[in-house]
């Protein structure tokens, strides 16, 4: 019997751990072969034909991969950088203010690109930019960096508004209270303990960018591939491993990023 | 009133204050006018809603007055923004800076007034000493006890030597213990340093403890300003005298009025000579207070001023608690200081009488 006593615990729950253990086992298992096959010796990417390092070679090799890959790194640099920047500051005004009329609005237009589906803004993008490169007979990344930039606003966004949503208010108004200039009192006191948000909401962006395909797809210019647009390309032909290998690095990338993040942001608190 | 002459450090002139427009608007304070003087330990009491803490931050600049003006020493700031105040706050969650050390927090005023460095760190040590926290410049404020997140916060803002310190109910997160120290160290450092302070609290035991002077506000007005003997001893207002302390109301009828006293006949019949707020001229039916520890139980009612049947006898350490049901029908509270000669012996349903002592009668105005 039962300890009555105890509250409701969902892990004493009859099948909880096979369940836990099926639900880990089909969300990782797929990630798993495609690691294990990024080795595989032959060109199959079903069929184990013994252990090598061809096909990250392969990739290292290949031209077209490097410069997609830089493309993408780019792109998603600038992307990350402008987006953050203006999310920081959409941050601070949407928080920094007692609550008013058309606020949540606010929020609401800030958010927008996580809500509208990007195939829309995908199909929007190509025409408004099409009527521009027309007009201007510009065609370089800008179009890329100005499209990632906006969605990846709201993901910069949400980790810095959070952050000053926990932050005291009453700490700014102590700056002002000991002479300190609005100015002043953001560097020396909100910039400081807003940090930790900016990061986040940096490295958030830089991997949404880096991911992005839909909206990638219908805005690149001829040349101008990505490396998922890169892959996407690919697939339509041979699946080799070596796919699995970029993906691979892929992977291990996102991990680096978010594991450097999360002990940078323990040693900010 | 005292012959010496007392310099105005703050000057509040008719400050009112409106949060919102059209039939939500809230006032929070209503012409309010009080001077406070230079080096003095003053109290802002009142229940929370009553404009205290508004008046505080009007002071500081995080607010400003819809109407009227704030002076300090002469100068009208009511316009002028926090950072360019020679006046600082010890807010009530300390708000000190989470990623600085203690002695950094303290510095932070002097370098914001881009004092030089030798200067800067000479001032840092000093109010370390000040607080007696001088082992602690080191740790980050999230390390260190709320008693002493308190004394850093009080250092941070004297630091910078302002005309005037504002401090926003600082003791109210501490434990009993601390508060009664802190109160002490409170008063301490406002004379040793001879800086104005402004206190604003709730709690009316800390307000008489620490005071000079004490306005007791409510309802965005203040109601009365005193020292803490006259607020407690002569409430000129029903919320004042039922605010601080426990206190007997009485109705009664005006039949004199001279020299700023009051003969007034209580129920019962007998005659009292009552106090009278300055100015204040009484007529018919008014409400008389007197405090508990003013009035004594006697077991002859012959003669004394009122009478009644005793309804309990509470004992509780320090006084032993009266309560006598008059025979108008009022309740009235004596308080007696217990010692180890017991003074005559009471028992509930006894038919006792109660003398009040000379001037313990005091007139409200409504």
Redesign the interface.
């Known amino acids: 019997m039962a300890d009555p006593t105890e509250t409701f615990d969902v892990r004493r729950q009859a099948g909880f751990p096979t369940v836990a253990v099926v639900c880990f086992f089909l969300l990782y298992l797929p990630i798993a072969a495609l690691v294990v096959f990024s080795f595989n010796d032959g060109t199959s990417i079903a069929t184990w034909e013994g252990l090598s390092l061809r096909w990250f070679a392969e990739a290292w090799n290949n031209d077209k991969v490097v410069e997609a890959s830089i493309r993408s790194v780019q792109i998603a640099a600038c992307a990350a950088l402008i987006a953050t920047v203006v999310a920081t500051m959409a941050a601070l005004a949407t928080t920094r203010t007692r609550n008013y009329r058309g606020l949540d609005a606010k929020y609401a237009f800030i958010n927008m690109p996580l809500m509208v589906p990007e195939i829309v803004v995908a199909v929007a993008l190509l025409i408004f930019f099409s009527r521009i490169k027309m007009a201007t007979g510009y065609s370089g990344l800008g179009y890329l960096v100005a499209a990632h930039t906006a969605f990846c606003i709201p993901f910069a966004y949400l980790p810095i508004r959070a952050r000053l949503e926990s932050m005291?208010l009453?700490?700014e108004?102590?700056?002002?209270?000991?002479?300190?200039?609005?100015l002043?009192?953001f560097r020396?006191?909100t910039l400081?303990?807003l940090w930790p948000g900016i990061l986040a909401g940096l490295m958030l962006a830089f991997v949404i960018s880096l991911d992005d395909v839909v909206i990638t797809e219908f805005v690149k210019s001829g040349g101008q591939d990505t490396l998922p647009t890169y892959m996407l390309g690919q697939l339509r032909r041979v699946v080799t491993p070596e796919m699995n290998a970029i993906s691979t690095v892929f992977l291990l990338l996102s991990i680096a990023i978010v594991t450097a993040f999360f002990f940078i942001s323990r040693k900010k608190d | 009133m005292t012959d010496r002459i007392h310099k105005s450090a703050i000057e509040v002139r008719d400050v009112s204050k409106v949060f919102g427009a059209g039939d939500s608007a809230f006032k929070a304070l209503d012409h309010v006018s009080v001077d406070i003087r230079e080096n003095e330990f003053f109290t802002l009491l009142g229940p929370s809603g009553c404009g205290k803490t508004t008046l505080l931050r009007m002071i500081?600049?995080?607010t400003y007055p819809t109407d009227g003006e704030i002076r300090l020493y002469g100068q009208n700031i009511a316009a002028l923004?926090?950072?360019?105040r020679p006046?600082?706050?010890v807010?009530q969650?300390y708000?000190?800076?989470?990623?600085m050390t203690v002695g950094e927090n303290i510095a932070?005023?002097l370098e914001?007034?881009d004092r030089p460095k030798a200067e800067i760190s000479a001032r840092v040590e000093e109010m370390l000493a000040l607080v007696k926290m001088g082992h602690l410049k080191d740790r980050k404020t999230a390390q260190i006890s709320g008693g002493q997140q308190q004394r850093v916060a009080l250092a941070?803002?004297l630091a910078?030597q302002p005309k005037v310190l504002l401090l926003d109910e600082p003791l109210s997160a501490l434990d009993y213990k601390l508060r009664k120290d802190m109160q002490i160290e409170l008063k301490r450092l406002q004379t040793e340093t001879g800086i104005t302070f402004i206190f604003v609290t709730h709690d009316q035991e800390e307000a008489l403890t620490m005071s000079d002077r004490i306005a007791v506000m409510s309802a965005g007005k203040i109601l009365q300003i005193g020292g803490p003997r006259d607020i407690y001893d002569r409430p000129a207002e029903r919320f004042v005298a039922e605010f601080i302390g426990e206190t007997n109301f009485l109705k009664a009828d005006v039949a004199t009025v001279a020299d700023g006293k009051a003969d007034v006949v209580l129920p019962g019949g007998t005659r009292v000579c009552a106090r009278l707020a300055e100015g204040f001229v009484p007529h018919g039916k008014v409400t008389v207070v007197t405090r508990p520890e003013h009035a004594a139980i006697v077991a002859n009612p012959d003669g004394a001023h009122l009478r009644g049947k005793l309804s309990s006898v509470v004992y509780v350490g320090t006084d032993t608690h009266f309560r006598v049901a008059l025979e108008s029908g009022e309740s009235f509270c004596v308080r007696r200081q217990n010692s180890l000669e017991q003074g005559a012996a009471f028992a509930e349903g006894d038919m006792v009488g109660v003398v009040l002592e000379t001037g313990a009668a005091q007139v409200l105005k409504d």
Do not use: E, I, Q
Not at chain 1, 173 to 182: E, N, S, V
């Open positions: 005291d009453s700490l108004t102590a700056a002002a209270d000991l002479y300190a200039t609005p002043r009192a020396r006191v400081p303990l | 500081a600049g995080f923004p926090p950072f360019k006046v600082n706050t807010f969650n708000a000190l800076f989470p990623h932070f005023g914001m007034l941070r803002a910078p």
